[in-house]
């Protein structure tokens, strides 16, 4: 019994300990694939042959490649500034400026009728600012009654007062709590006239803010417009300068086709050259070894690959779990 559970332990600590073997067994592994399947004389080697051989193909090639391109390059800069040429006769001048008239009168039209607007809501801010002003100054006249009215209850009869005695409800001559209750209904119905007028200064304030962003706009868009029939106008008159200058329109697109064609069978001339490198570059690569050189790194990058992993296969695995646990074992003298 004793004997048992001190073997269910001891396999509990081997089992524990196993990770740590494993890395390290992993690592040594690793180690071993870098030493036995190492690449790097031969990747060397590929590497100077290539270099000789890109420097022989850049030797043969790059200048005619640097030829054309610089000849493209000009051919390109040339077709550039006949289709700017071009440009100008290609343009249907009166079209334009008719499109852009249209849409300056129409913006126009609108500015207008937001000034108009805003003139309306001006109109109508100084008449609620009016309405406030008078409902205020109601507010202050019922307000003055009601102090009064409290002022004149603490007299004595000898100045008109009733000196704080018990008012009537309703006098036809003397003070009376029916005064007070119009004064107070009159006070707060001036309150709510004060605070309607605020209430309508404050939208119509609102109104006025989005009117004058709506007209700032209508300007920017006006001013663009203007800026473009000014812009149609310099480029309908450039058309005429390049008239007189000799210019035609037929002229010019027959030398942008030509030069358009050129730069195509340039751009055809490089590629072939290009592939010609290619050819060339291929073609020395297997004279020189190169291809037999990749060949062989390939496959002992597989052998690696393979080596590396074997380590992860279960026989392997359980190899090291025994080989492990005679080590553990041994180490504390209990095999």
Do not use: C
Not at 35 to 44: A, D, E, M, V, Y
Not at 211 to 219: E, F, M, P, T, V
């Amino acid at each position: 019994m004793f004997d048992r559970i001190k073997r269910f332990f001891q396999n509990v600590r081997v089992d524990l300990d196993f990770p740590r073997y494993e890395r390290q067994q992993r690592d040594v592994h690793e180690r071993q694939a870098q030493r036995r399947f190492s690449t790097k004389t031969l990747g060397i080697e590929k590497a100077k042959l290539l270099e000789k051989i890109e420097s022989e193909a850049s030797s043969k090639f790059n200048e005619s490649i640097r030829e054309k391109e610089i000849n493209k390059k000009q051919l390109e800069a040339d077709a550039n500034e006949a289709q700017y040429l071009l440009s100008f006769f290609l343009r249907h001048y009166k079209q334009e400026l008719n499109e852009l008239h249209a849409e300056k009168e129409e913006l126009l039209s609108k500015k207008k009728a937001l000034f108009e607007n805003l003139s309306e809501i001006k109109e109508s801010l100084s008449e609620a600012f009016d309405d406030r002003s008078k409902a205020y100054s109601e507010l202050n006249h019922y307000k003055d009654r009601i102090d009064s009215w409290y002022a004149k209850s603490d007299r004595t009869p000898w100045l008109f007062g009733n000196s704080g005695k018990k008012l009537p409800k309703h006098s036809m001559f003397g003070q009376s709590f029916g005064d007070l209750d119009s004064y107070k209904y009159n006070r707060d119905s001036a309150y709510d006239d004060v605070r309607a007028a605020k209430s309508q200064i404050g939208d119509l304030k609102q109104d006025q803010h989005e009117l004058h962003r709506a007209i700032g706009n209508a300007k920017e868009e006006i001013g663009e417009i203007f800026a473009q029939i000014n812009q149609v106008k310099n480029d309908r008159s450039k058309m005429y300068e390049l008239k007189k200058s000799g210019y035609q329109r037929k002229k010019l697109q027959i030398k942008l086709d030509k030069l358009l064609l050129a730069i195509d069978v340039l751009v055809s001339e490089i590629l072939k050259i290009r592939e010609s490198k290619k050819a060339f570059i291929n073609q020395e690569k297997h004279r020189n070894g190169v291809i037999d050189l990749e060949t062989k790194i390939r496959e002992i990058e597989a052998q690696k690959k393979q080596f590396l992993n074997s380590f992860d296969l279960e026989e392997s695995k359980q190899k090291r779990k025994r080989l492990h646990r005679e080590i553990w074992l041994k180490q504390r003298g209990v095999a």
